[in-house]
């Protein structure tokens, strides 16, 4: 079977033109400068090549022309790495790919390391040599060829003592290549689910040793269900060879091994049990498996019809919240608005209370032979770029949607290796991933028509002295003249407001405070919406009120190492003072989109100013984490109280003088942390 997939031959003559096939040619390159680096890549043969050569013709490798490969330079405890710039043709063992590499250091000795394809690479991790390679748990397939984004090979390092132009590199196979033949089968498949038992990972992330080229522990998105996919055609039930990669798996005796497969009527589920020499799924081998459906439980479900055309929120379950995919498009991405929903099963009316729902509408509709999606806001269609790249168009454009069963669709465009539509909830974007990440989902859009009201603060701390202030409100399906102002407790006659709807704002008036400290709440009405409560809060006379807002600004990109210090930074008094506060972070950095970033399970950050009261905390577009916060009277409490978290703020329920805030499991991110204190 030598055509598991369409690939770019050249001659074995014509590749050997292109670059030495002789190390004793390497080229030397002067350090301390940039240049050209030409890789001829080959794969090692499989461990059974002998006895599956009629399958896969003994080492062809699917070489894709719109695939890359990434190489690494390590120089002492620097690790860089390039992407290749060009593909310069394959025959059937070998390929050749060039490289810009940039500020080679002065002085070796270098070693080359590599992985292909370089879309399986999620970076290095800080001041080691181990590099996050994911395999994804949804691979892409044909009748006659596995997902190429799936089959990933990793460079055996090699060490020079001068700079290399060119390198003949080896490559082994890192993963399983998995032929699993399914009999009896009455319908064309459109995907097969394949379990193993828990603990056992088919897919996921796990780290590879540039420097020895070594696997290592999988670690993150690890998976025992993989699901392959046929997307543009179906894979015929009279030929159902299915064809995939995972990592090495090894199921004993009398464990089980689950098989599900989906049609357009039918679900087929057998589950078969391991018999004495196991079922093994074994790195560098070809693994074959032939499964009788005949006897599998089949569940009717009827033909398939395919997503309905109309008006839809595209969003995101990351276990604990929902994010909505808007309409603006940053770069290569699409921004996500943050909810507090927090249920599994929704409907649109869960986020009506969002005040910008409406303009994170998308169209779908039926196109060509697929589907289109466009912004209700911009007008625009929604558009597949690349990897990790979507974008707008002028025009419709064919995707695919496809129906995952679990309440999530997989979105893709007419190249397959691009990858599907997923959120990011580590570093919060919409955009392509071939692998990991969090599915979308698409919740059926009707327009709301109950009157609202919104406003962007639902508390206001003010100084003890006579002041005059301002909220701003806007309002929907209602006019704002209908919206009638009060307050609440009767005998604070220190306040008073009122509606000033040429302006969509309630002024508000407040006369010198010569006592305590007092409250009292602003109420706005409207017929049919629920009531919006403002509570003002005025110190007593004398008292100040400092806020510390931290931003991304207030750190570097460069890396965490950079941040782990005493960050002076200035807060504002309610009496238009200031004053310098010390706050000491670790694993705290500014991300690549400019968020406040705080690495998982290790990030934290303390005040080292003594503050007379800690009033309250609060962290603004919180993803990731989950973050909690201790206090007590000492620095850095670790060990004090812990304080509730609503809403991301976190309010001490007693006087205290210091906090810590810690970042949980998850890598977090915000826009801003905003503390409030007296001194």
């Known amino acids: 079977m030598k055509n598991i997939i369409n690939r770019i031959f050249l001659s074995f003559a014509t590749l050997a033109a292109l ?45 894709s022309e719109s695939e890359k490969m990434t190489v690494f330079l390590i120089n002492g405890t620097d690790v860089s790495s390039a992407t290749s710039s060009n593909f310069l043709g394959a025959n059937e063992s070998q390929a050749m ?21 370089s879309s399986a690479d999620n970076g290095i991790t800080s001041k080691t040599t181990n590099d996050k390679v994911e395999l994804p748990a ?24 001068t700079a290399q132009t060119e ?59 993989l699901t392959v996919n046929y997307v543009s055609t179906a894979l015929p039930h009279t030929a159902a060879d299915v064809w995939f990669t995972s990592w090495e798996v090894l199921v004993a005796e009398g464990e089980n091994v689950t098989v599900k497969v989906s049609t357009d009527s039918k679900i087929y589920t057998k589950t078969i049990s391991a018999r004495s020499e196991g079922i093994k799924f074994l790195e560098n081998y070809l693994n074959t498996i032939t499964i009788d459906m005949s006897d599998a439980e089949i569940e009717e479900v009827g033909e398939t019809p395919g997503i309905q055309e109309g008006e839809y929120l595209i969003a995101a379950f990351n276990g604990s919240n929902w994010a909505i995919m808007t309409s603006t498009l940053n770069g290569k991405y699409f921004d996500p608005e943050q909810t507090s929903v927090t249920k599994s099963d929704v409907t649109c009316a869960d986020f009506y209370g969002i ?4 303009s994170h509408v998308w169209n779908i509709s039926t196109f060509e032979n697929g589907y289109s999606i466009r912004s209700a806001a911009t007008s625009k269609y929604f558009d597949i770029a690349g990897e990790k790249a979507v974008a707008y168009s002028d025009t419709p454009v064919t995707l695919n949607i496809l129906d995952n069963g679990d309440g999530t669709v997989s979105i893709s465009g007419s190249n397959s290796s691009f990858g599907y539509l997923r959120y990011n909830s580590q570093s919060p974007r919409f955009t392509t991933y071939k692998s990991g990440q969090t599915p ?77 400290e007092r409250s009292a709440t602003i109420v706005l009405s409207l ?29 570097v990109k460069s890396g ?48 080292t100013t003594k503050f007379a009261e800690l009033i309250d905390v609060t962290m603004n577009d919180v993803t990731g984490g989950p973050f909690t916060m201790f206090v007590g009277n000492t620095e850095n409490p670790t060990s004090g109280v812990s304080v509730e978290n609503i809403d991301n703020t976190f309010t001490p329920g007693e006087t205290v003088n210091y906090f810590v805030l810690k970042c949980g499991s998850k890598t977090g991110y915000c826009s801003e942390i905003v503390i409030r204190f007296k001194l």
């Open 560 to 607: 965490y190492a950079d941040n782990n210090k005493v960050h002076t930074l200035i807060a504002a008094g309610s009496d238009g003072s200031s004053y310098d506060i010390n706050i000491t972070t670790n694993q705290v950095m500014q991300s690549s989109d400019s968020k406040i970033q705080c690495q998982r399970s290790s990030a934290y950050f303390y005040n």
């Open 167 to 225: 390198w003949i590199a080896s490559y082994r196979r890192a993963t399983a290549l998995n032929k699993m033949t399914l009999t009896n089968v009455g319908e064309d498949i459109k995907s097969v689910e394949i379990t193993v038992p828990e603990g056992k990972y088919l897919a996921g992330r796990r780290y590879i040793d540039i420097a020895t080229g070594e696997s290592g522990e999988i670690y993150y998105g690890e998976t025992n269900k």
């Open 19 to 63: 670059i030495s096939c002789n190390k004793e040619n390497m080229t030397e390159q002067t350090s301390g400068s940039s240049y050209e680096l030409s890789v001829k890549a080959s794969v090692e043969n499989l461990a059974n090549e002998t006895d599956t050569r009629t399958y896969i013709d003994g080492t062809q490798i699917l070489w």
């Open 97 to 117: 790919f060039s490289f810009s590499i940039r500020n080679v250091p002065e002085s070796g000795p270098y070693t080359y390391g590599g992985i292909y394809p």
């Open 440 to 516: 979308v989902a698409l919740i059926p859009w009707v327009a709301d028509l109950t009157p609202r009201i919104f406003v962007e603060e639902s508390a206001l701390s003010v100084s003890g002295e006579a002041s005059n202030g301002a909220i701003n409100y806007s309002v929907k399906n209602a006019d704002a003249s209908d919206i009638q102002v009060s307050i609440k407790e009767s005998d604070a006659s220190w306040i008073t407001a009122e509606n000033v709807p040429a302006e969509n704002k309630v002024s508000y008036s407040i006369q010198a405070n010569d006592g305590e």
């Open 138 to 161: 949804i691979q892409s397939a044909t009748a006659t060829s596995y997902d190429p984004a799936a089959y990933i090979m990793v460079a055996k390092p090699e060490t020079f003592e």
């Open 527 to 555: 017929s049919g919406a629920d009531d919006i409560a403002i509570t003002i809060s005025q110190l007593a006379a004398g008292d100040v009120i400092y806020t510390l807002t931290i931003t991304p600004d207030d750190f």
């Open 355 to 358: 005040q910008d729902i409406d």
